[in-house]
């Protein structure tokens, strides 16, 4: 789930972790440490974590999606049994770690490079695909059903909702006109019809990044419980263990921002008062990381939580 940049033909992934030096000063990597990363992506993150906790800190890998875990367990290999990887939501580490407490948990919220770059994923509308987006693709909706099925104002609701889109009922009328003639199967097929429909965009900026944003958060429910899921994360850090959280659109850092607050009327100190932003050079470098937000928040002592 992480939002680093990579570039994907097959298995040959360049991968560049986002905000990767702040990530690792604000989790106070140690030598022998507990971490987790709840968003592993291809690990890139991660490696640097077990780079700095040697010789024997451990990290727990979590992804939604096999296909990246599949990737990461082989980048991250060298590193032995000091990395152990788990198939799940985020939301399930408290249980994955058994009574254990963290010295450091990492989220990297949002979609991961390699699911961007593979068009048979769906998520981007750069290229001809399938309309899936599922981080995990052994169950659930996929974006054409949400298409396809739903009514007319539940799907204006979603793009507006989850989009952000002033254009919302114009694009959900268009979507059911444009499926009256037949189902809406691909991506550019889709984003041709929410081109059409929607409100001019500033330069740049790709009049259906809003609804494909939308479908996305929908499909994957990105923020169903993700306040309450991260103060819950909070009873699961060591006293000094830290949460760093990255976003990338104003929905998801809301929700962190709001959960942080919750953990700082609890005990926990605020690390960032403001989010962190990729500097200038990272933005030239990984034109994707211009989005993300890095917020932090560190569990003082047993006082702190519930």
Not at 44 to 50: Q, S, T
Not at 189 to 204: C, N, S, T, W, Y
């Amino acid at each position: 789930m992480t939002a680093a940049c990579s570039r994907s033909t097959g298995s040959d992934v360049a991968h560049v972790p986002v905000l990767l030096e702040e990530c690792v000063e604000l989790l106070a990597v140690k030598p022998g440490g507990l971490y987790v990363d709840g968003t592993l992506g291809l690990g890139g993150h991660a490696a640097e974590v077990l780079r700095l906790s040697a010789p024997e800190g451990r990290l727990l890998g979590v992804d939604t999606d096999g296909e990246s875990l599949a990737q990461a367990r082989e980048s991250l290999a060298a590193f032995g049994s000091r990395a152990r990887f788990a198939q799940a939501d985020f939301r399930e580490i408290p249980a994955l770690l058994a009574g254990a407490r963290a010295d450091g948990i990492l989220l990297d919220l949002g979609v991961s490079s390699l699911q961007l770059d593979t068009p048979e994923r769906g998520f981007s509308f750069r290229a001809a695909g399938p309309l899936d987006m599922r981080m995990d693709r052994t169950g659930g909706e996929t974006a054409a059903d949400v298409v396809n099925r739903a009514r007319e104002h539940d799907l204006a609701d979603v793009i507006y909702r989850y989009g952000e889109e002033p254009g919302s009922r114009r694009i959900a009328r268009a979507i059911v006109r444009a499926r009256e003639r037949g189902p809406i199967r691909t991506t550019t097929e889709l984003a041709e019809i929410v081109r059409r429909a929607a409100p001019r965009r500033r330069p740049g900026l790709d009049a259906a990044t809003r609804t494909f944003q939308a479908l996305r958060i929908r499909v994957n429910r990105e923020l169903e419980g993700l306040a309450p899921a991260l103060r819950a994360l909070g009873d699961h850090l060591a006293t000094g263990g830290r949460l760093v959280v990255i976003a990338f659109h104003s929905l998801e850092d809301r929700e962190v921002k709001q959960a942080f607050r919750d953990l700082a009327r609890e005990g926990f100190l605020l690390l960032t008062k403001k989010p962190l932003r990729p500097r200038e050079e990272e933005v030239r470098r990984n034109p994707r990381a211009r989005s993300a937000r890095l917020r932090a928040v560190a569990r003082e002592d047993e006082a702190g939580g519930r």
